[in-house]
């Protein structure tokens, strides 16, 4: 469907980051990202609304509309698997292995 875009604070440190939300299907659309500042997470879900407009809520930090210099820049799809209770990278798959 596309991406949204949404400037939000990190509950941890106050970063800003630019949160590019792939648009999925499903009415309710729950997400996370590591800081790359403080490795707090930062948790939400983002809502399909009945006129196809899109709605984000975190369940931490704000949505700003503070757009700073220099900041962070997160993608993310719910077309790719995520652990919500993740806090690594290790276990969750995909990459490339190394060629030896």
């Known amino acids: 469907m596309g991406i949204v ?3 939000v604070k990190c509950d941890g ?3 800003t980051i630019n949160l590019r939300l ?3 299907l499903d009415q309710e659309q729950p997400f ?4 790359a500042k403080c490795n707090a997470a930062v948790r939400g879900k983002l809502f399909l609304t009945a006129l196809g407009s899109t709605r984000l809520e975190l369940d931490g930090g704000e ?3 503070e757009v ?3 900041y962070q820049v997160v993608t993310l799809h719910p077309d790719l698997p ?3 209770n993740a806090d690594t ?3 969750l798959g995909g990459g490339v292995d190394p060629v030896v």
């Not at 996370?32 to 800081?35: D, G, K, S, T, V």
């Open 63 to 65: 949505v700003t509309r």
């Open 89 to 91: 990278l290790d276990g």
């Open 68 to 70: 700073p210099g220099t």
């Open 82 to 84: 995520a652990k919500t």
């Open 13 to 15: 440190c106050g970063a």
């Open 32 to 35: 996370f990202c590591i800081c």
């Open 22 to 24: 792939g648009v999925g």
């Open 5 to 7: 875009r949404n400037s």
